[in-house]
């Protein structure tokens, strides 16, 4: 006993260090652990890295993807909405107008669609070893913006070839990034959750994505819709976030505090609901996926 003694002792001594984890059952209102995404913090940076070196894996133009995709939408929106349907830009280059739009818009639109199919994308990774799976589609977001520094490039050789010169205004386009990314990780929360379950969500996506393009002031500027119908109008996240890039770069206009305001609004409570939402469902995951 007196040599068992001291080998308990050691055993456990190791045991108390390692981490603990408490099952506990199902709460109606499962609260977010925002302190494990910064333990896991290195994953998050290898999975979005990851990411980025398999996007244009063995493709014949690479990152020129990132170039192509928004520019020839640019000449096409020109042609079609400006040239033939003769929608006004509020004094703006047409070019330079529907590429300032659809530079967030692109970013939103890919990070939703990675995000919303992130779970099921994973789910080998997910079913063999626990780590917080908000970290999966918080990734599929992040890997969007390889793109838009890319686009945004092109955006300010577009703005030189124009002649036009950004104001102090610029130095918040960080700030549109940021809400186009959020709002697209408040509605991927929802999405990725819900494929999980119901695998429609990929079919669905593709067909609510055009219709969010279309009822985003991206071909055509907020000031065509009547004013009793604006505030309605900018429950639309993404009005706010395009709004406010374009004032950014142009500033043809006053700030557009009302837009950004109810955006904002209805980004935080869908974000809300969206980490409480994938919360309470991530336990099942490993699961059915």
């Not at 913090?41 to 398999?54: A, I, N």
């Not at 996007?55 to 929106?77: D, H, N, S």
Request: aromatic letters at 14%; one cysteine or more.
């Amino acid at each position: 006993m007196t040599e068992i003694a001291p080998l308990l002792a050691t055993q456990t001594e190791l045991v108390s260090h390692l981490p603990v984890r408490r099952i506990e059952p199902a709460r109606a209102i499962v609260p977010p652990r925002f302190g494990e995404l910064w333990e896991y913090r290195e994953l998050l940076y290898f999975l979005v890295w990851r990411e980025v070196k398999v996007r244009y894996k063995q493709t014949a133009l690479g990152v020129a993807w990132a170039v192509i995709q928004p520019f020839f939408t640019m000449i096409i929106f020109t042609v079609v909405f400006s040239r033939f349907g003769r929608i006004p830009s509020d004094g703006i280059p047409y070019p330079v107008f529907a590429f300032c739009a659809l530079l967030p818009w692109q970013l939103f639109a890919f990070a939703l669609n990675e995000s919303s199919n992130s779970i099921v994308a994973n789910q080998r990774l997910i079913t063999k070893v626990y780590f917080p799976r908000l970290i999966v589609p918080l990734a599929a977001v992040c890997v969007g913006l390889a793109d838009f520094a890319i686009g945004l490039l092109v955006l300010l050789g577009l703005l030189v070839f124009y002649g036009i010169v950004p104001g102090i205004a610029v130095w918040t386009l960080p700030l549109w990034t940021l809400l186009a990314l959020i709002t697209a990780l408040a509605i991927g929360l929802w999405l990725s959750a819900l494929n999980v379950r119901y695998r429609d969500v990929r079919y669905t996506l593709p067909f609510l994505t055009q219709l969010w393009l279309f009822s985003t002031p991206v071909a055509y500027p907020t000031s065509v819709v009547p004013p009793a119908w604006r505030p309605l109008f900018a429950l639309n996240p993404m009005v706010g976030v395009v709004e406010g890039f374009r004032w950014a770069l142009v500033r043809n206009a006053p700030a557009p505090v009302l837009p950004v305001l109810v955006s904002t609004i209805v980004i935080v409570l869908v974000l809300a609901g969206g980490v409480m939402y994938f919360r309470r469902t991530e336990l099942t995951f490993a699961d059915t996926v």
